[in-house]
């Protein structure tokens, strides 16, 4: 069965750095385009950054460019998400999703579509 896993969240002051890990069990992730998700409290998920299976393309919400940087390692069967200079408005619940390789981080709405394969979420708190 296909479980995907996310990991590396917990409490961290404004301006620090967290990286967050996706990992899989029942497939491997190298066939996958994968995307980063959040939902911060009381509000609704959005996309946060994708990456195409070989890193082919990369996407980023304008809001985390410059701060958030995603790549993976298919030797490990793990994406990252390196999160600097980590704002308040950075909290919520992240949760890794992937996604079939085509149709999915391109296009105008690269977070959108049907992402089937979901993480059940690691909490990041950004806070003083």
């Known amino acids: 069965q296909f479980q995907i896993v996310e990991s590396g969240g917990g409490l961290v002051q404004p301006g620090e750095s967290v990286t967050l890990s996706c990992t899989a069990s029942g497939s491997t992730l190298a066939y996958y385009t994968i995307g980063w998700f959040r939902q911060a409290p009381g509000k609704e998920r959005e996309g946060v950054s994708c990456?195409?299976?070989?890193?082919?393309?990369?996407n980023y919400r304008d809001s985390v460019k410059g701060r958030f940087t995603i790549s993976r390692d298919d030797d490990k069967n793990t994406i990252y998400l390196q999160m600097n200079n980590l704002i308040p408005e950075d909290t919520g619940v992240y949760y890794c999703?992937?996604?079939?390789?085509?149709?999915?981080?391109?296009?105008?709405?690269?977070?959108?579509?049907?992402?089937?394969?979901w993480g059940r979420g690691t909490r990041v708190t950004v806070s003083s």
């Open positions: 990456i195409k299976s070989s890193a082919t393309r990369i």
């Open positions: 999703a992937a996604a079939p390789p085509v149709n999915f981080c391109s296009g105008y709405d690269v977070f959108g579509g049907t992402w089937p394969y």
